[in-house]
Nanobody, 121 residues
Framework: QVHVVESGGGLVQPGGSLRLSCAASGSILSITVMRWYRQPPGKQRELVATIDSSGSTNYADSVKGRFTMSRDNAKNTMYLQMNSLKPEDTAIYYC???????????????WGQGTQVTVSS
């Protein structure tokens, strides 16, 4: 089985920074694409950023220039550095990864439980 756990959320003032982490553990053979999603209060979940196994990233327009995604393949971990935070960044942030486990010849998505980020003065 695979477990995906986010950490690093919290309360921060506008203009501040937070760093989210997402660690995958278990019988993991390989991870390809990793993603960060967020769900603001009363809204649908939206894709924030993606990173592939080579480290190539893509960002939603709303976070470009402020958020930076990275990964450590040796640790099956990814990060989201969030700078210049705005109240509209308030959301539950979820990580998601395409994982191949030992003994399987296909990839499937795994989700974390989410971490709350609140940007408020």
């Amino acid at each position: 089985q695979v477990h995906v756990v986010e950490s690093g959320g919290g309360l921060v003032q506008p203009g501040g920074s937070l760093r989210l982490s997402c660690a995958a553990s278990g019988s993991i053979l390989s991870i390809t694409v990793m993603r960060w999603y967020r769900q603001p209060p009363g809204k649908q979940r939206e894709l924030v950023a993606t990173i592939d196994s080579s480290g190539s990233t893509n960002y939603a327009d709303s976070v470009k220039g402020r958020f930076t995604m990275s990964r450590d393949n040796a640790k099956n971990t990814m990060y989201l550095q969030m700078n210049s935070l705005k109240p509209e960044d308030t959301a539950i942030y979820y990580c998601n990864a395409d994982v191949r486990v030992v003994g399987r010849n296909y990839f499937r998505e795994y989700w974390g439980q989410g971490t709350q980020v609140t940007v408020s003065s």
